[in-house]
């Protein structure tokens, strides 16, 4: 199934893109003018969008206010790795912390509610999830890499059942790891990797981005990718483990954002069932890679490797960081993108600049979000369209909880506890 859909995938997005060019092409020849940036052109039933490097209406910014902070060296709550950030119709603020296997709770204005969910592999007890979503039920849904599987929890912290994916059998070598979860509008998407040891000793992998049904049974394929580990030459590459998880989202219709290429500017939009109907791209130069972000990329990578049964005898890492690290889709159906040079070119006193689409497609704004921190060592959280949680030393804590430390010498400086702090953003 998947390396068919891989294939009749490929093969219809080089048809489009080939029909597309031929009748770029056509304009050309026989004199006529191309439509203009930003502007829509439909082929073979998709449509394109294709924008210039500069948005509509500049460059807007958004003061962030301090709400509320908890963890640090003034709380007495401690965080080890908060992985993932969400907010409920009501405001409240669910944080994952995939090293103690727990979601913290807090209220609109700070206050510390319940936990949800522990560590162990009892009903609603989990061990070191990667990811969590609101399930279509209701119910919190967190995401257990191995053996992969779904615990859900309701609000109140009760246990709601698991949902175990795929048909793996260890037995046979054949298992799946779970990495991500997503869902909105009733659509339910799950990211991870089918696994088989092959009798030659190599690793088959497929990565994979499904829509599920409510019992996490596999209903449509969106996206596959195969890559094999060879263990008697094992090279782990950032090329050869780059997949869409982290670089999609679902739409108020359940429609699917996915961002396919690490080095290309592209959004494609899907139907719920998966049809192609929308692609997005912008002029974008990709940001080569300084000396520190190669070291975090080496670090990464370090991380990975020690999921595997054997240390790899090399690591492959890219020159430039990928073009779109985010995105995601407001309320009213903006679609906004968190990119690598909106990371690093910022304007004075803000810690990111991002990129923002009208429903359409159409490249309208950027905005500079206007808070303290660092985008290359905390993690930025949008819960709603006007606060987000900041993580302050994420990379730190995920790094730490793998064992893995930079190629610097040690130093003596105690390590500073992770702290989260919600913002309110209003408009200059």
Not at 7 to 17: D, E, T
Request: contains cysteine; proline residues 4%; negative net charge.
């Amino acid at each position: 199934m998947f390396p068919r859909f891989a294939y009749s995938y490929s093969n219809r997005r080089r048809f489009l893109l080939l029909t597309w060019l031929f009748v770029g092409m056509t304009f050309l020849v026989m004199g006529w003018t191309p439509v203009a940036a930003g502007q829509e052109e439909i082929v073979d039933g998709v449509t394109y969008i294709r924008n210039g490097a500069t948005p509509d209406e500049g460059v807007v910014t958004l003061t962030a206010t301090e709400q509320w902070r908890a963890g640090g060296d003034d709380d007495e709550v401690f965080f080890g790795n908060i992985q993932q950030v969400l907010a409920d119709v009501k405001g409240n603020i669910y944080l994952m912390d995939s090293q103690i296997s727990e979601v913290a709770v807090y209220s609109p204005d700070g206050e510390h509610l319940r936990t949800l969910s522990r560590e162990g592999d009892g009903p609603g007890e989990i061990r070191h999830p990667n990811d969590m979503f609101f399930h279509p039920d209701g119910s919190l849904g967190l995401v257990q890499m191995f053996p992969g599987k779904i615990v859900k929890v309701n609000r109140d912290g009760s246990p709601s059942g698991a949902l175990n994916f795929g048909s793996g059998d260890p037995s046979q070598g054949r298992f799946v790891v779970l990495l991500q979860g997503i869902s909105r509008a009733g659509n339910l998407v799950l990211a991870g990797i089918r696994m088989t040891f092959n009798t030659d000793g190599t690793n088959g992998q497929t990565y994979f981005l499904s829509r599920c049904d409510e019992m996490a049974v596999e209903q449509h394929c969106y996206f596959s990718k195969e890559n094999t580990i060879n263990y008697s030459d094992f090279v782990l590459t950032e090329e050869g483990l780059d997949f869409v998880w982290g670089r999609c989202a679902l739409g108020l219709d359940g429609k699917l954002y996915v961002v396919p290429f690490r080095n290309e500017y592209e959004i494609d939009i899907y139907s719920v069932e998966g049809t192609l109907e929308r692609m997005i791209t912008r002029e974008y130069e990709s940001l080569t890679r300084d000396d520190e972000q190669r070291e975090v990329a080496r670090q990464i990578l370090e991380a990975v490797a020690r999921n595997y049964p054997a240390p790899p005898r090399d690591l492959g890492i890219e020159d430039t960081e990928p073009d779109i690290a985010q995105i995601r889709v407001s309320s009213s159906g903006e679609i906004w993108v968190r990119t690598s040079r909106g990371d690093e070119e910022l304007p004075e006193n803000a810690m990111a600049v991002l990129d923002v689409f009208d429903s359409a497609g159409h490249f309208k704004k950027q905005v500079a979000l206007g808070c303290p921190g660092n985008a290359r060592e905390d993690a930025l959280y949008f819960v709603g369209d006007d606060r987000v949680v900041m993580v302050a030393g994420a990379l730190d804590a995920f790094l730490s909880q793998q064992g893995v430390s930079s190629e610097d010498e040690e130093t003596d400086e105690e390590e500073t506890p992770m702290e989260v702090i919600c913002y309110s953003l209003e408009s200059e």
